[in-house]
């Protein structure tokens, strides 16, 4: 399970250096491949193989004539490229995500639980004040966290 914040740097071929963090979870697991994408064209997302496929699949169960999902299957296309990880823990971020999410130098990587997502680490930065947790939040996050207790 990938959890918690890891800056990185994309290197100039565009490949980000796997956090040591999240490395030592994707060997454990013996995992090398991966399917790197994004939903927005802001941020990438990094899916160990697997757990794509998983994705893959509860998409199969659902009608491509769905609007919502045949736009995301889209969206999931354009950014996507499965990649393979180097013997030095490195993935190579496709060339057209790199440029609309401009992840091309100090990034940061979080742990999504089951994938990771990178971003460019001062445009993160500059939006945290505007993406703080409102009352209402907390209010829905409470009811969540209710229903599961």
């Known amino acids: 399970m990938f959890r918690g914040n890891h800056p990185a740097k994309v290197d100039e071929k565009g490949r980000l250096k796997l956090p040591s963090a999240f490395k030592q979870l994707v060997d454990a697991a013996h995992i090398t491949q991966f399917y790197v994408t994004s939903t927005d064209g802001k941020s990438a997302e990094i899916w160990p193989l697997p757990e794509w496929e998983k994705r893959e699949a509860q998409l199969a169960d659902a009608s491509t004539l769905d609007d919502a999902v045949r736009k995301y299957l889209n969206l999931t296309s354009y950014y996507g490229q499965q990649v393979e990880m180097d013997n030095q823990a490195r993935l190579l971020l496709p060339q057209i995500l790199r440029g609309s999410a401009r992840l091309d130098a100090e990034v940061t990587v979080f742990g999504m639980r089951t994938y990771l997502e990178v971003h460019n680490r001062e445009?993160?930065?500059?939006?945290?004040?505007?993406?703080?947790?409102?009352?209402?939040?907390?209010?829905?996050?409470?009811?969540i966290l209710s229903r599961r207790s």
Not at 126 to 140: Q, V
């Open 123 to 143: 445009a993160f930065e500059k939006s945290l004040p505007e993406n703080e947790l409102t009352a209402e939040d907390r209010k829905a996050m409470a009811a």
